[in-house]
């Protein structure tokens, strides 16, 4: 039996939804919900898919605060199997909701294929020119967030192609080519942030894929990410 569905249309709440299905990766789904039950919003996590008590459904999404699409395969494999819920995510956030979207959850935020939240498209960081790494292995990062150098846990993540033209979004960190890596924006009501690497990858990632852990490995990128959404949200709700 699942539990009982939160109220449609209260992005108030503190229940936060973490995919957890055949789009992700075993691991990812985990480490996210972990991430957020460490932010100071006091979030209610729980999975969310087609094997948990929750179903990824309008009536589950409207009841929440946040949903998180974690780190996964293929692009387009994954958008084969979440491509269903598209329209359900897009009213989530438009009517209010944060999206979160790690890695893969990045790219499904873009357009071809994917969600359509983001001011603009994503592409794969590898192919950039001046990547490095510039292989789809696990590896390490270099980023300069908030004007911070830090290193992150990558494997094969985007790289995000905003246009001006079709909306604002904040730049939170970039790839030592100058790309974007961290991206808030405005969708509707609501506000979408992601990040192409794994800022919430915990120390056995690192050491399980033999990358030596970084001297500054803390969970505050995740969690500026969080806050950044969670405030840009509710400035929209104030001003709707």
């Not at 094969?156 to 604002?168: K, M, N, V």
């Not at 974007?180 to 399980?208: C, I, K, L, M």
């Amino acid at each position: 039996m699942r539990p009982d569905v939160p109220v449609p249309g209260s992005h108030a709440s503190s229940l936060a939804l973490v995919y957890r299905g055949p789009a992700s990766t075993p691991g990812c789904p985990e480490a996210v919900a972990a991430a957020l039950r460490r932010s100071r919003w006091d979030l209610d996590v729980r999975f969310v898919g087609p094997r948990e008590d929750l179903p990824l459904e309008p009536d589950v999404l409207a009841g929440a605060r946040l949903y998180a699409q974690p780190g996964g395969g293929g692009l387009r494999r994954a958008y084969r199997k979440m491509r269903r819920s598209r329209e359900a995510i897009r009213q989530f956030v438009g009517s209010g909701g944060g999206y979160l979207g790690f890695c893969l959850g990045g790219y499904l935020a873009g357009e071809t294929p994917g969600f359509g939240l983001l001011p603009g498209d994503t592409d794969r960081f590898i192919s950039s020119p001046g990547a490095r790494p510039d292989h789809d292995g696990d590896s390490i990062v270099t980023l300069t967030w908030a004007g911070r150098r830090r290193q992150v846990y990558f494997q094969d993540g985007a790289w995000f192609d905003l246009d001006p033209a079709r909306g604002p979004a904040e730049v939170l960190a970039t790839y030592d080519n100058g790309l974007p890596a961290a991206v808030v924006a405005p969708f509707g009501r609501g506000a979408v942030g992601v990040v192409g690497p794994h800022p919430e990858a915990s120390p056995d990632w690192y050491t399980d894929s033999g990358l030596p852990v970084p001297d500054d490995l803390q969970a505050d990128l995740t969690q500026d990410l969080v806050d950044r959404v969670m405030t840009a949200g509710r400035r929209a709700d104030r001003l709707g």
